[in-house]
């Protein structure tokens, strides 16, 4: 069957004057972005993935009639990127439940309540609401469309996030609460992380309050039907341009085009966007090699240690006591943070529980037994014994997914903006371009900013393929 969208009628040419073709490797979100922008403007463009599925980082299943989101799920209101994608494919969003009080958990079985309007007194509350202040303003110096000509930056990229809470946060349960939204945020330890990739993020996002906080902010909502869903229905769209299972293993690119050599033969196109991990990327041999900026840039940005696990329950009974199912631990139990994550309807009870960097280490050692142990005794101290008795626990550890190895994002280490960012955060490689998540310069780490990134890629790639105005003979001997 003919299909109108793969027609040359009307598509961009290369240089050459014949139909131009793109290859995407990759179909998590920042891939899917740029081949749907190419295939809107009439480009003939493929989509290469390793895996069995699209979504990458994101990726939702259904367990016992509730969907799960194993990897990334929530849209704020400014992540009007992901909600146009949405709103193209009819993926419905529903608000997070926020109602009720949360609790934090401080050594000693010491549970403070609080809500999203009334956070708790004491506890380094109010120097810690010092500090993020003190943040969002030094954030504000930080020019998004050239976050590299930040006049701070030698100094701010030398300074690691854990130097800067020693240094400037005199409260010691502070300085814990402080360390606690790195994890969250970042899923690294404060050590791992420049204070100008924190700075840099808080920007990206608009405010450190946007990162963190529910409603109206980077957790206002989730995905009916999961957060790949939008992914899926792009998939759907884009048809057989997107082939699963084919692992990307070389790419051979020079001045006349690229040669992308998979598992399942070579396609040769006249360029190519790269997504995905810099974990994947660093397994493509590219010949002739990149750029030493780019390759450090890979090389020196880690992905983040993060598990995220369901805890399952008949009915989200915490509600009929008043607690919303948040909490906040800072007792020393590897759970960081948790969430209800329960589906619209409420017909069964589901808590997110997140495990980070040091903690995730040392938890993901344990035996099976101890693991749960260990995930269940802070959600029964905040939600009380009926907690101990779920009907099912889900983990996923993405460092242990193959091709991710790890979420939420990239971290670049201490040094590696200044010392790489001009040439490796996402400078095109002759044409080999880049797209994800971390490429972009707005909710970076973010779905949003994946698909941001993606179209990026692919509206440079059709802006230095426009056909230059031909001139007349005159003109050119004048």
């Keep these: 069957m003919h299909d109108p969208d793969r027609s040359h009628h009307g598509a961009r040419l290369d240089e050459g004057g014949a139909p131009m073709k793109v290859v995407v490797v990759g179909a998590g979100y920042a891939g899917l972005a740029a081949a749907l922008e190419l295939a809107d403007a009439g480009i003939d463009v493929e989509v290469l993935e390793a895996a069995d599925r699209v979504g990458g980082r994101v990726w939702s299943r259904e367990h016992d009639s509730v969907v799960i989101d194993h990897g990334g799920q929530w849209v704020g209101p400014t992540q009007t990127e992901l909600l146009g994608l949405a709103a193209r494919f009819g993926c419905g969003t529903f608000r997070s439940y926020d ?13 403070e309540p609080f809500t999203s309007e009334e956070h708790v007194d004491g506890f380094g509350a109010a120097e810690y609401a010092d500090a993020e202040a003190r943040l969002d303003a ?6 998004l469309d050239d976050p590299l000509g930040t006049p701070e930056l030698p100094d701010w990229d030398a300074t690691t996030f854990e130097s800067w809470i020693r240094d400037d946060i005199p409260d010691e349960q502070a300085r814990d609460r402080m360390r606690l939204v790195l994890r969250g945020v970042w899923a690294c330890e404060p050590r791992d992380v420049s204070l100008f990739h924190v700075l840099f993020y808080i920007r990206s996002a608009g405010g450190l309050g946007q990162l963190l906080g529910t409603l109206d902010c980077a957790q206002d909502s989730r995905f009916v039907d999961g957060a790949q869903a939008p992914a899926r229905a792009v998939a759907a769209h884009l048809g057989d341009r997107v082939r699963l299972g084919l692992r990307v293993r070389e790419i051979a690119h020079d001045p006349d085009g690229v040669t992308v050599r998979t598992s399942g033969g070579d396609v040769v196109a006249d360029r190519v966007v790269v997504t995905g991990t810099t974990a994947a990327q660093a397994r493509i041999v590219f010949d002739p090699p990149l750029p030493a900026a780019r390759r450090r840039w890979v090389a020196r940005s880690p992905m983040g240690d993060v598990a995220k ?12 006591a008043g607690l919303s199912g948040q909490l906040v631990a800072y007792d020393g139990s590897p759970v960081s943070y948790t969430f209800d994550n329960s589906p619209a309807d409420g ?16 938890w993901s050692r344990l035996e099976e037994p101890e693991r749960r142990a260990a995930i269940l005794a802070p959600l029964v101290a905040a939600l009380g014994p009926e907690a101990a008795r779920p009907d099912d626990v889900l983990t996923t550890c993405w460092p242990d997914d193959e091709l991710a190895e790890g979420a939420y994002a990239a971290v670049p280490s201490p040094g590696t903006w200044f010392e790489h960012g001009a040439d490796g955060w996402r400078s ?10 971390e490429q972009s310069a707005r909710w970076n780490g973010y779905i949003d900013g994946a698909i941001r990134s993606g179209r990026e890629a692919a509206r440079t790639i059709m802006q230095a393929t426009r056909p230059r105005p031909h001139r ?4 050119e001997t004048t």
């Design 99 to 111: 109602e009720g009080r949360h609790v934090e958990l401080w050594p000693g079985g010491v549970a």
């Design 472 to 475: 007349l003979d005159h003109e």
């Design 309 to 320: 696990v369901h805890v399952v329950y008949p009915t989200p009974f915490w509600r009929a």
């Design 428 to 437: 095109p490689a002759g044409r080999v371009s880049f797209a994800g998540t």
């Design 138 to 143: 030094m954030a504000e110096r930080i020019d």
């Design 347 to 362: 017909s069964r009870g589901v808590i997110a529980a997140f495990v980070y960097g040091d903690a995730y280490r040392a």
